[in-house]
Each structure stands twice: as C-alpha cells, then as structure tokens.
Nanobody, 125 residues
Framework: HVQLVESGGGSVQAGGSLRLSCASS????????MGWVRQAPGKEREGVAS??????WNADSVKGRFLISRDSVENTVYLQMNSLKPEDTAMYYC?????????????????????WGQGTQVTVS
C-alpha cells in the first residue's frame, strides 16, 4: 500500500516560487501516472500537472509557470511553481494511479487518481 507525503508548501508573495515535494513509500516507476491536484476553498478540485514516463502535462492555468518532475531513485515527485499568483492559493495534493494510460494520465480535468497524499497548503498574497 503506497503512501504519499507532500511537503514544501507555505506562504509566498505574488511572483515568488515554491517547490513541492511528494515522497512515496513505494516505487514510483516510470510508467506510473502521478500528478498534482489542487483545491481552493469553495472551488472544485483542479488537476494542475501530471506525468507518465518522460511525458508531462500541465493545465492551461499553470502552463509556463509550473513544472512537474520525478526522481525514480528517490521515489519523489516534485512540482516547481514559479511566478505564483494569488489565484494559485489552494491545498495541493500529490496523487497517483498505476492503472492510467498516457491519454488518461493527460486528462487533468478528470484527475482520475486512486492514491492521495494528505495535502500541503500554498498561500500566495
């Protein structure tokens, strides 16, 4: 049973950067679909980035600003967030689903993940 633990959240001024980390208790082999999903109070959950193999996908709202990456040796997934905006304020969750194909992993509107971390708060002012 894989567990995901996020870290790296915090408070930052608009225009600043943060790097979120997601440590997995199990292997995050290359074909495992992993992603980051955020949810702000009163808003729907939003998939912001995902990766499977060497391919990554970003939501339009974060394209050019956020970058997802994985370190399969350290079993850690990262989300580098640059040029942060107040509307990026949310709880950020790391998630995984070993059963997703490339096309399913890319579908950030569905964000069809099965394994979730506890979340880390990002506040941009």
């Amino acid at each position: 049973h894989v567990q995901l633990v996020e870290s790296g959240g915090g408070s930052v001024q608009a225009g600043g950067s943060l790097r979120l980390s997601c440590a997995s208790s199990g292997s995050i082999y290359g074909t495992l679909c992993m992603g980051w999903v955020r949810q702000a109070p009163g808003k729907e959950r939003e998939g912001v980035a995902s990766t499977r193999g060497v391919i990554t996908w970003n939501a339009d709202s974060v394209k050019g600003r956020f970058l997802i990456s994985r370190d399969s040796v350290e079993n850690t997934v990262y989300l580098q967030m640059n040029s942060l905006k107040p509307e990026d304020t949310a709880m950020y969750y790391c998630a995984a689903n070993p059963g997703l194909s490339y096309s399913q992993c890319r579908d950030l509107r569905r964000a069809d993940f099965e394994i979730w971390g506890q979340g880390t708060q990002v506040t941009v002012s």
